[in-house]
T-cell receptor, first 113, second 114 residues
């Protein structure tokens, strides 16, 4: 929706293909990472999280990969569906800071039929 | 929306008027947060609360104040609204059960300052 940003990076994926959304984070002290999905006109919705003591975590159709060496996070969505079309945000936190999250600017995922 | 409501959902106000946005949760979460979302900036933290009457500033706190007199309510006040405060405001909660960090967001309030 118009609240999310007009010039977001956009990833176009065909229905049924796998999607990979990337995120670079900035704070080497961050020890908790999270992915959100935001549909037009709605609040961000929690997808999956990962702590820094892990490299990979899987959920239902989603996998998050964490590479602390290069401060990179990715979200993989298997068998992408039209309902996956949304803006995806990564966020990082140092869990010693009252769980304050710092968000990236987001990536728009467009699923084509 | 994980037992979070925001009111009002839409508001148009004039420059210089005070505005209060309300966030209400039914989840008994310890932490509550106010964010604003603007094109090109993503979500930015305004203020947060770590308990009743315990609040602290986020990265964009100028021009905003907050109060939390009850666990379930977190109020955001714009003392004198300016056009730069036109935005979508989201409340979030976290902290229950213990040792979880994910935040759950409300539906948002669209504020327009004319």
């Amino acid at each position: 929706g118009e609240s999310v940003g007009l010039h977001l990076p956009t990833l176009s994926v065909q229905e049924g293909d796998n999607s990979i959304i990337n995120c670079a984070y900035s704070n080497s002290a961050s020890d908790y990472f999270i992915w959100y999905k935001q549909e037009s006109g709605k609040g961000p919705q929690f997808i999956i999280d990962i702590r820094s003591n892990m490299d990979k975590r899987q959920g239902q159709r989603v996998t998050v990969l964490l590479n602390k060496t290069v401060k990179h996070l990715s979200l993989q969505i298997a068998a992408t569906q039209p309902g996956d079309s949304a803006v995806y945000f990564c966020a990082e936190s140092n869990t010693g800071t009252a769980s304050k999250l710092t968000f990236g600017t987001g990536t728009r995922l467009q699923v084509t039929l | 929306d994980a037992g979070i409501t925001q009111s009002p959902r839409h508001k148009v106000t004039e420059t210089g008027t005070p505005v209060t946005l309300r966030c209400h949760q039914t989840e008994n979460h310890r932490y509550m947060y106010w964010y604003r979302q603007d094109p090109g900036h993503g979500l930015r933290l305004i203020h947060y609360s770590y308990g009743v009457k315990d609040t602290d500033k986020g990265e964009v706190s100028d021009g905003y104040s907050v109060s939390r007199s009850k666990t379930e309510d977190f109020l955001l006040t714009l003392e004198s609204a300016t056009s730069s405060q036109t935005s979508v405001y989201f409340c979030a909660i976290s902290g229950a059960p213990i040792d979880t960090y994910e935040q759950y967001f409300g539906p948002g309030t669209r504020l327009t300052v004319t």
